[in-house]
Every structure is written in structure tokens, then in C-alpha cells.
Nanobody, 127 residues
């Protein structure tokens, strides 16, 4: 089993920055798996934001966050990060990190291919 704990959310003004972290723990931890960030705004479905390959060798972004958000990982620390710059009001959401279902996996937008999810951290961007 894998436990994921997100942190780093908060309230920020439009144009500001935040850095989210997601720490993985558990008997098997994440292993060499891709990880991702999703978000869910009030009244909307959960949507993909960013994903990174098991070795950090490739990344994938939603068009809405591309060139503003950067996903990275530290395998030694079992942690994935999401650096969010130039934040907009429409970025307001609960952000969830997730771990893919198999080892040596590549990034994907499909939430069905993620086996473990964190509880989420709130990001609020004031306009």
C-alpha cells in the first residue's frame, strides 16, 4: 500500500506562485512509477494537470497549465513537486497527487491508470 500526503497549498494573489509537494510512504512506497497531479474546482470534475515518468525523463501537461506549471520529482525522497507560477483565478482547486498503477510507467492524462491518490491540498487564487 502507498500513502500520499500533499502539502504546500494556500491562498495566493493572481500572478503569484506556489510549490506543491507530495510525499509518498508505505511498505512499497511508490517504486519506479509515474506520478501525476490532478485538480478539482468547485462544481467541476477532476481534471489532469501534469504527470512525470518514473525516472523523470518525460513530462506531460494539460494545455491550461503548460508553460506556467512545472512537475518534478526526487526519487531519493519519494516526493513529487508541482511548481505553479503566474497563477490565475481559474487555477483555484483542490490539487491531488497520484501514483500510476505499474512500474516503469510513463506519464498519462488518464486518471484510471493511477492506483493511489492523496487527500488533496487546497489552492486558492484571489483575483
Amino acid at each position: 500500500q502507498v500513502q500520499l500526503v500533499e502539502s504546500g497549498g494556500g491562498l495566493v494573489e493572481t500572478g503569484g506562485s506556489l510549490r506543491l509537494s507530495c510525499a509518498a510512504s508505505g511498505r512499497t512506497s511508490t517504486g519506479p512509477r509515474a506520478m501525476g497531479w490532478f485538480r478539482q474546482a468547485p462544481g467541476k470534475e477532476r481534471e489532469f494537470a501534469a504527470s512525470i515518468a518514473w525516472n523523470g525523463g518525460s513530462t506531460l501537461y494539460a494545455d491550461s497549465v503548460k508553460d506556467r506549471f512545472t512537475i518534478s520529482r526526487s526519487n531519493g525522497k519519494n516526493t513529487v513537486y508541482l511548481q505553479m507560477n503566474s497563477l490565475k483565478a481559474e487555477d483555484t482547486a483542490v490539487y491531488y497527487c497520484a501514483v500510476r498503477d505499474n512500474w516503469y510507467s510513463l506519464p498519462t492524462r488518464d486518471p484510471r491508470q493511477y492506483a493511489y491518490w492523496g487527500q488533496g491540498t487546497q489552492v486558492t487564487v484571489s483575483s
